[in-house]
């Protein structure tokens, strides 16, 4: 005779979570946009996730920028923009600074340095 086993609410969640597929952090690809910086515009490319900012320079520089804490949130809808704090890590230095996203005038990433727009990022 054969036995059957229940399943529990606690096994049912277990089998749901492992056949789930593993999206993990979204799929990492960068798109070419617009970056002014410093008030000089030129083309950049940019992979940007949830946590995290990489921008890749015509000139061969490469910055990124790593979510420090929570995110921000001020207003709603068209007007919606989020900020948090970061670090930026440079070609040979460290800094930090913010990050905002806004669905009107897309991301800037500044620091006391440098500030760079990217009015085509918008979240």
Do not use: F
Not at 32 to 59: F, G, M, Y
Not at 89 to 105: K, Q
Request: net charge positive; charged share 25%.
């Amino acid at each position: 005779m054969r036995r059957t086993r229940r399943l529990t609410l606690a096994g049912w969640i277990s089998l749901l979570i492992t056949s789930l597929p593993a999206d993990g952090e979204p799929a990492r690809q960068a798109r070419a946009t617009r970056c002014v910086i410093n008030a000089v515009a030129q083309t950049c490319q940019v992979v940007q996730t949830t946590d995290s900012l990489e921008l890749s320079l015509d000139d061969g520089r490469a910055i990124a920028a790593r979510r420090l804490g929570r995110w921000r949130r001020s207003g709603n809808g068209a007007t919606a923009t989020s900020s948090c704090n970061v670090k930026i890590t440079l070609p040979n230095d460290t800094a930090y600074g913010l990050l905002v996203r806004s669905a009107e005038e897309g991301t800037t990433l500044t620091w006391p340095q440098l500030r760079i727009e990217l009015p085509e990022l918008r979240p």
